[in-house]
């Protein structure tokens, strides 16, 4: 990875310290990004300085290296979905007492550096008893997770829904959330992980199975409740004919499509069609793609629910009825090896990215 510091524009407000930040060039590998240090900006009207605690690699990061994330902006660019971190600065007609105080915040882009400007309406708190790493692996994750077995799918006690893809970090929260709302999970996983998934409550499938639609159906004869697919492509149809009557399928993702060469958004937008005749069609049953960012035009709107419904998940974690996921804890400056990690498919969970030099036992 390449090193760079460049000086921001004079005219630009700037603090005495220096940010470390990664940059994404551009279609590269992973060890194309680069780590460039540059001044830190000071927060502006409305908005907080927070100095990072603990960031995440989401599949997100994954497709953007490749230019295939939906909606990515241009290159080059910072990646990172979220954040936990320390508001370090205020800016003007932001409460001054946040100084010190630990936060989580959605960002899509910009979170993977030493600090960051985000507005104070998106902060959520984190409760004291919880580690920056830990509540790192629910910020984007719970969200999602949370939303989509509760406003999305609307699961009740007794359901059996299906988890795509059980191992990682948002699969892990959504059989860890589902088990708590009294649903049984059927999930799939590599045959390594299947343990894990047994101590989450989960029933092991192994996604290499010749036959995996039939043995998910064996094991829910008279359908699913829902399921909820992050792989996207073909697949999809053997996912939507799991459901029972009523049942709903929840898409969030085209992971199938990560390594395909040609248009980021045909895989989407054919999917998006194939779910809108789904719905069409007289079948009772349901089919939707889940976007965290969907309402996000109605912004207090959004910013309420986003703050509820990470609170609850953040409520669940400080009372120890959901495990953490964390894969591993990965220097900044070694952005490159933590995204080759987190795709490489070995590891359960999600790879954090913490500040150099930090100890992982000192980020509370």
Do not use: C
């Not at 524009?9 to 990004?33: C, F, K, M, W, Y």
């Not at 790192?136 to 406003?151: D, F, K, P, S, Y």
């Not at 035009?297 to 959004?302: I, M, T």
């Not at 910013?303 to 409520?315: H, I, K, N, S, Y």
């Amino acid at each position: 990875m390449r090193e760079t510091y460049t000086h921001k524009n004079a005219s630009e407000p700037r603090s005495d310290t220096v940010t470390t930040e990664i940059v994404l060039p551009g279609v590269v590998e992973p060890e194309g990004l680069e780590v460039r240090r540059v001044d830190t900006a000071a927060p502006g009207p409305g908005e907080v300085l927070l100095a990072m605690e603990a960031t995440g690699v989401s599949f997100a990061e994954q497709q953007m290296r490749r230019g295939k994330y939906y909606d990515q902006p241009p290159f080059p660019f910072v990646p990172g979905y979220d954040l936990v971190g320390r508001v370090a600065e205020t800016g003007p007609g932001v409460d001054p007492a946040l100084r010190g105080r630990r936060y989580a915040a959605l960002t899509k882009t910009g979170g993977w550096a030493s600090h960051v400007v985000v507005p104070a309406a998106d902060l959520v708190e984190v409760p004291d008893s919880v580690a920056s790493a830990d509540a790192e692996t629910l910020v984007v994750n719970g969200i999602t997770a949370w939303q989509m077995l509760h406003r999305t799918a609307g699961v009740e006690p007794g359901d059996t829904v299906v988890v795509l893809g059980a191992n990682g970090g948002v699969g892990s929260t959504l059989v860890q959330l589902a088990r708590i709302a009294g649903v049984r999970v059927i999930g799939t996983a590599a045959r390594r992980h299947h343990d894990r998934l047994r101590d989450l409550g989960a029933v092991p499938v192994d996604y290499r199975d010749p036959d995996l639609h039939g043995r998910l159906r064996g094991l829910a004869p008279g359908g699913v409740r829902a399921v909820f697919d992050h792989v996207g492509g073909e697949g999809v149809v053997d996912s939507f004919r799991l459901l029972a009557p009523g049942g709903t399928l929840v898409s969030y993702g085209t992971a199938s499509t990560r390594d395909v060469t040609g248009s980021a958004k045909a895989p989407v937008l054919k999917l998006f069609a194939r779910l809108l005749l789904w719905n069409a069609l007289p079948n009772s049953r349901h089919a939707h793609f889940y976007n965290i960012w969907a309402g996000r035009r109605n912004a207090d709107a959004f910013r309420e629910r986003l703050r509820t419904d990470l609170g609850q998940v953040f409520a669940l974690l400080a009372a120890g009825s959901i495990q953490p996921q964390v894969a591993a804890r990965v220097p900044l400056s070694r952005a490159a090896d933590a995204l080759r990690l987190a795709e490489s498919g070995t590891v359960a969970g999600k790879v954090v990215l913490v500040p150099d030099g930090k100890a992982p036992s000192a980020d509370r």
